[in-house]
Nanobody, 126 residues
Framework: QVQLVESGGGLVQAGGSLRLSCAAS??????MGWFRQAPGKEREFVAS???????????DYAGSVKGRFTMSRDNAKNTVYLQMNSLKPEDTAVYYC??????????????????WGKGTLVTVSS
């Protein structure tokens, strides 16, 4: 049974930091991504990471988060992270972890992810 379990969301003041985690189990993936969805908006790409074995091939970021967010992976724990710094109120959303078995790159469409976690809420107050 495939499971993606996110954690680490919460309430933070503007300018603060949070680190999200997504632990994967039940299948071998080659690409994982973070997406977010604000109320009344579509799910949008935040960051992705593509790898083979322990080698990371690509990381990509949405323009709105580049330089503030960093995605990384712990191969031994089969877990990806999203370190979010300099948070802004417009970063407020439910953050979802997605996964795909193919090696994908670029600013991915949500439709490319075959598996999803349930999401974790990030709220940034002004």
């Amino acid at each position: 049974q495939v499971q993606l379990v996110e954690s680490g969301g919460g309430l933070v003041q503007a300018g603060g930091s949070l680190r999200l985690s997504c632990a994967a189990s039940g299948r071998t993936f080659s690409t994982m991504g973070w997406f977010r969805q604000a109320p009344g908006k579509e799910r949008e790409f935040v960051a992705s990471l593509t790898w083979s074995g322990s080698s990371i091939y690509y990381t990509d970021y949405a323009g709105s988060v580049k330089g503030r967010f960093t995605m990384s992976r712990d191969n031994a724990k089969n877990t990806v992270y999203l370190q979010m710094n300099s948070l802004k109120p417009e970063d407020t959303a439910v953050y979802y972890c997605g996964a795909a078995t193919a090696q994908l790159r670029g600013r991915l469409s949500a439709a490319t992810m075959g598996y999803w976690g349930k999401g974790t809420l990030v709220t940034v107050s002004s």
